[in-house]
């Protein structure tokens, strides 16, 4: 799903507060996946070089990393392997209208043609508002019939114009054997690979082996599956999803209220979907499972939308293992009435519209979790959407590069049909954990930019709690957490806890508040800040409790004209720029309220002042990261007058420090610049013996570039 009114935020990840918290305290790894991802941009090639882009309907836009190489006839990119692998799974556009090969060479000798085509793209769904031609990627993959080795070269040669996004290598299992309490479809007619409908030998087989308590085994090979079957309480298993293969539009179907326990595992189901059609089934599930059922192992591709769970109750399901690729609408989506669910590592990739999405129609979702997941390049909707629903937990997931009409994350009471059945967010949202990188998109129908997370109060206020913990935010192209009342229809947001999140680098605010009510914002710590550090101008009216807590750093300014949005950097957040903004400090001493985060918040009439009459007196800045560094910037307010300190510079990447620049006189009118070589740093300290203009040491802002 997707919300028509879209919202600004940035955030930016900086360094944590001391001591530096380990690397799993802040963030989400996402799924682990068996494959091995090259992207074309970093790899060697003779081709065009497109992006960073953040514009909707641009190819660069829709790659992965914002970037992709466009190769003309004869030319080629080149993988070197780091891990053996003996698959390959190429992600491309090409012209629409076109199709052609992609030859694939091992070290210079070809292996394999890959079937590439515009049949899958170039989407255009002109009833959903602001929309534009979309979904200019598809995907191809083969088994190369060799094994290849670490540090191999494999080069995709172009026959005609195609754009490559990036490169999947995996090592993949030959296909497993029947188990001995199964059934195989062959058995009851079905015959790989020759075109003929199997719908009808599937079926028998369901039927025989649930009447003798067996399993329904999918042997190696393509399998026609015509209409749609109904099953329950059964399991369907396949030698592996490189292997046996349902070519259908929608295989299984439950229009009514099933038992449950149905098991489907290790197989793929490929479609033919090239439109979008809301009025057609055209899923790889379709419908209720019922209790205690799993869905494990399964590759869907060319589908409408990979499993949606609509028309009956759910309850005790876990989806797990899976790929999700090429969808023209939702990954999967929870359609009400699902109980005590998992999601989790799952890998996600070009969906239509939201990658992953609990939708509380019909009755609530209740204590469903979507965990440790992978979602790439939702490209018309949010990389994970809850749209009312009890006890929710999103944890430990990873989305990257949300492109138009979204956010990373949607908490959403917007109901969609309004025909009273719907189910407002209710006990405890929890949204902790996640990374998401390059999330937020600007909406076309309002020129607005949405947040890489999005709290929004569409339909109806929201007053349960909301937490969101544990975040880390990185290159946020617009704001990083947005409160909005979608369409302006002014209802507030409260109960919101915001805390030990870390945001490293937004292309506008960091906060972005469109909403009346309140929230509590602790341990927020931000850098590389687009415009400033927040936003606060309810719509249509009403006031936001913005609370601040302790430990929040690289976000005190404010865009206080409520008339105009925050600029933006074309959907980019400032480039390497300040490396200490936001990050933490800590210092010798200090006076009255004027801390040593002062210096490093971005706003220059906040000032760091050391204990006064007690020379020396040092300030430290950890960088969160061993970088290259060779410039320093020292800032003091503009309209205080001139002075002279004098100041020595030390530093290291953890441990003792070392002398970077020696005792020095600098003067203030009302800066200072300090150069030396480029040095490996990670913490910088400055000692301060002198100041003719204070009896201490005063920085308003600190900075450091690496040239």
């Known amino acids: 799903m997707f919300s028509w009114r879209a919202i600004a935020v940035a955030l930016v990840v900086g360094a944590a507060i001391q001591p530096v918290p380990a690397a799993s305290a802040i963030g989400g790894s996402g799924a682990t996946v068996p494959f091995t991802e090259y992207e074309a941009e970093t790899?060697?090639?003779?081709?065009?070089?497109?992006?960073?882009?953040?514009?909707?309907?641009?190819?660069?836009?829709?790659?992965?990393?914002?970037?992709?190489?466009?190769?003309?006839?004869?030319?080629?990119v080149e993988f070197t392997l780091t891990r053996p692998a003996n698959a390959i799974t190429v992600r491309y556009s090409v012209p629409d209208g076109s199709q052609g090969n992609l030859g694939v060479y091992?070290?210079?000798?070809?292996?394999?043609?890959?079937?590439?085509?515009?049949?899958?793209?170039?989407?255009?769904?002109?009833?959903?508002?602001?929309?534009?031609?979309?979904h200019f990627y598809d995907e191809s993959r083969a088994l190369l019939g060799r094994d290849l080795n670490a540090n191999d070269k494999v080069s995709l040669r172009a026959e005609s114009t195609i754009t490559v996004d990036l490169a999947d290598f995996e090592q993949v299992a030959g296909p497993a054997t029947k188990p001995a309490n199964a059934l195989s479809i062959t058995d009851f007619g079905a015959t790989p690979n020759n075109g003929g409908d199997d719908a009808e030998a599937i079926w028998q087989t369901v039927l025989a082996a649930k009447q003798q308590g067996k399993e329904v085994w999918i042997p190696p090979g393509t399998f026609e599956v015509g209409r749609a079957l109904?099953?329950?309480?059964?399991?369907?298993?396949?030698?592996?999803?490189?292997?046996?293969?349902?070519?259908s539009n929608n295989p299984f179907r439950n229009d009514s209220q099933v038992q449950g326990n149905i098991r489907l595992?290790?197989?793929?189901?490929?479609?033919?979907?090239?439109?979008?059609?809301?009025?057609?089934?055209?899923?790889?599930?379709?419908?209720?499972l019922g209790a205690n059922s799993a869905i494990s192992g399964l590759w869907m591709q060319h589908m409408k939308v990979g499993i949606w769970t609509m028309n009956g109750t759910t309850s005790n399901a876990v989806i797990e293992n899976n790929r999700f690729l090429d969808l023209t609408a939702d990954g999967l989506n929870f359609n009400g009435r699902v109980s005590d669910s998992v999601v989790r590592n799952n890998f996600l990739r070009n969906t239509g519209d939201d990658a992953l999405a609990m939708w509380s129609l019909g009755g609530a979702d209740v204590r469903c979790r979507f965990e440790n997941n992978t979602i790439v390049q939702p490209n018309l909707a949010n990389g994970i959407g809850i749209?009312?629903?009890?006890?929710?937990?999103?944890?430990?997931?990873?989305?990257?590069?949300?492109?138009?009409l979204g956010s990373g994350i949607a908490i959403s009471n917007q109901a969609f049909i309004n025909n009273g059945t719907f189910a407002p967010l209710?006990?405890?949202?929890?949204?902790?954990?996640?990374?998401?990188?390059?999330?937020?998109?600007?909406?076309?129908?309002?020129?607005?930019?949405?947040?890489?997370?999005?709290?929004?109060?569409?339909?109806?206020?929201?007053?349960?709690p909301v937490n969101v913990t544990g975040n880390l935010f990185q290159d946020s192209p617009y704001s990083a957490i947005e409160v909005v009342s979608g369409g302006g229809t002014g209802k507030p947001v409260r109960n919101l806890r915001v805390d030990n999140n870390r945001v490293d680098g937004v292309g506008t605010v960091v906060v972005q508040v469109e909403a009346p009510g309140s929230g509590d914002f602790s341990n927020l710590v931000a850098s590389r800040v687009g415009t400033a550090g927040s936003y606060n101008c309810?719509?249509?009216?009403?006031?936001?409790?913005?609370?601040?807590?302790?430990?929040?750093?690289?976000?005190?300014?404010?865009?206080?004209?409520?008339?105009?949005?925050?600029?933006?950097?074309?959907?980019?957040?400032?480039?390497?720029g300040n490396l200490a903004r936001g990050r933490a400090t800590s210092a010798s001493g200090y006076q009255d309220v004027y801390r040593p985060a002062n210096a490093v918040d971005g706003d220059a009439n906040t000032y760091w002042e050391s204990t006064n009459n007690a020379f020396p007196q040092w300030f430290t800045v950890d960088l969160g990261a061993t970088r290259s560094v060779s410039r320093l910037?020292?800032?003091?307010?503009?309209?205080?007058?001139?002075?002279?300190?004098?100041?020595?510079?030390?530093?290291?990447?953890?441990?003792?420090?070392?002398?970077?620049?020696?005792?020095?006189?600098?003067?203030?009118?009302?800066?200072?610049?300090?150069?030396?070589?480029?040095?490996?740093?990670?913490?910088?300290?400055l000692t301060f013996t002198a100041n003719t203009g204070w009896p201490a040491g005063q920085l308003s802002e600190f900075e450091v570039f690496t040239a």
């Not at 595992?265 to 209720?288: K, L």
């Open 230 to 247: 109904q099953i329950d309480q059964v399991t369907i298993r396949g030698a592996g999803m490189w292997h046996s293969v349902l070519h």
């Open 538 to 576: 309810p719509y249509p009216s009403g006031t936001f409790s913005l609370n601040k807590g302790t430990g929040n750093s690289g976000w005190d300014s404010e865009w206080t004209d409520c008339g105009s949005w925050p600029p933006v950097n074309g959907g980019q957040p400032p480039a390497d």
């Open 387 to 404: 749209y009312g629903g009890t006890d929710t937990t999103l944890r430990g997931n990873k989305i990257l590069d949300t492109n138009a």
């Open 106 to 134: 091992v070290n210079g000798t070809k292996a394999t043609d890959l079937k590439v085509t515009s049949k899958y793209s170039w989407l255009d769904t002109g009833w959903i508002p602001g929309q534009k031609i979309h």
């Open 633 to 685: 910037v020292l800032k003091l307010p503009a309209h205080w007058g001139p002075r002279t300190q004098t100041i020595t510079v030390e530093g290291g990447t953890g441990g003792a420090y070392s002398t970077v620049k020696a005792s020095a006189q600098y003067q203030f009118a009302p800066n200072a610049t300090v150069t030396f070589p480029p040095t490996d740093l990670r913490f910088i300290r």
């Open 265 to 288: 595992h290790d197989f793929a189901v490929i479609g033919e979907i090239t439109e979008r059609n809301d009025g057609s089934p055209d899923n790889a599930y379709h419908g209720p």
């Open 426 to 464: 209710a006990g405890t949202t929890t949204v902790a954990d996640n990374t998401l990188i390059r999330t937020g998109a600007m909406n076309p129908n309002w020129n607005h930019p949405m947040s890489a997370i999005r709290i929004d109060s569409y339909d109806f206020e929201i007053t349960s």
């Open 43 to 76: 790899a060697s090639h003779n081709g065009t070089k497109i992006g960073p882009d953040y514009t909707q309907a641009s190819l660069a836009s829709e790659a992965s990393g914002r970037q992709a190489v466009t190769l003309n006839s004869g030319n080629q």
